[in-house]
């Protein structure tokens, strides 16, 4: 599994918008609150080294969410120079970064707000007002900075209802050296972080490695997995990268009867056996394995001012 941050922050854009407008007819609901939720780290994890499967998903998912909370905080300052609904142009470092904010049209959101650069979609945010949905993606071709340009899109979707859910979607280039045994450098990835009101966290999420931008998905790399809020559990896992270990980890995963190349409890010195890893999933199995079927394409839509 990798490493790659799914957002960077808006630095550079530095929005300031004129528009005029009566305290009393500011609309205080266009406001987005932000996002509390935080995967604990693993019990022992510096001490075992494969462990980092897990922990790499947990670090990436609590990065990904001050970043969301970072962006939640720079376009609340946009919704409160607009004071409402409305459109600015000409802003940022080089007078090429654009916006909207209106009323959203998917009929899931209430608000939606979208960022252009040089009149291309850079990100759009859309959420509800009482904070139960946020869905933030962006395509980072049209990054503001030139440093931050990179042949990927990332998709981030928050829901609270009874329990929380982090849903984190990536689709491109990670501009990084590809764990061995893969299939390229362009990775297709999936995963999903569910919160109980107990306060445990079930783990679940697939990817992909291919050549180039892929359309049909394969499943190089599976993990399932469970945390209590103090950071005690276990998972199960198939990537190709551990294919030193284990030789099964070269292999695809038969969905429907899964055989892991890899599992443990966390912390644990030692990983599970053929039989304790059978014996972990149908613990695991509630939380159910993500299939390679959710892999696809991510898109970033809006319209520019």
């Known amino acids: 599994m990798n490493r790659v941050l799914l957002f960077t922050l808006m630095s550079g854009l530095a929005i300031s918008c004129g528009k005029k407008k009566d305290e009393e007819e500011s609309d ?5 609150p932000s996002i509390s939720f935080s995967i604990p780290t693993p019990n022992g994890s510096a001490l075992v080294a494969s462990t980092d499967v897990l922990t790499n998903y947990q670090e990436r998912t609590n990065n990904v969410i001050t970043r969301l909370n970072s962006e939640i905080e720079r376009l609340n300052l946009v919704l409160t120079k607009l004071e409402g609904e409305g459109s600015f142009t000409g802003k940022g470092p080089d007078g090429n970064v654009s916006g909207t904010v209106a009323k959203a049209d998917d009929g899931v959101h209430d608000y939606q707000a979208t960022i252009c650069v040089n009149s291309k979609v850079f990100t759009q945010t859309l959420w ?18 030139a440093d931050n340009q990179r042949d990927l899109l990332a998709k ?7 329990s929380e859910t982090l849903v984190m979607q ?11 045994g893969v299939d390229g450098s362009y990775l297709t990835e999936y995963f999903s972080a569910t919160k109980s009101s107990a306060g445990d966290f079930s783990l679940t999420g697939v990817n992909d490695w291919s050549e180039t931008k892929a359309s049909t998905f394969s499943g190089d790399g599976y ?8 950071g005690n559990g276990e998972f199960v896992a ?14 695809a995963l038969n969905e429907s009867s899964p055989t892991w190349c890899h599992g443990r409890a966390i912390g644990a010195s030692s990983r599970y056996t053929a039989d304790e890893k059978a014996a972990a999933w149908e613990r695991l199995k509630v939380i159910g394995l993500t299939s390679k079927s959710v892999l696809g394409v991510v898109t970033v839509s809006g319209v520019c001012p």
């Open 238 to 251: 198939h990537a190709k990268r551990l294919s030193s270990q284990d030789a099964a980890c070269g292999e």
């Open 156 to 162: 981030v979707t928050y829901e609270k209802s009874d």
């Open 223 to 230: 993990i399932v997995g469970k945390l209590d809020s103090s």
């Open 170 to 180: 990536l689709y491109g280039d990670t501009y990084q050296t590809p764990p061995t």
């Open 28 to 32: 205080s609901s266009l406001g987005i």
């Open 128 to 145: 509800k007002s009482d904070g139960t949905k946020v869905t933030s993606s962006r395509d980072l071709n049209n990054a503001p900075l």
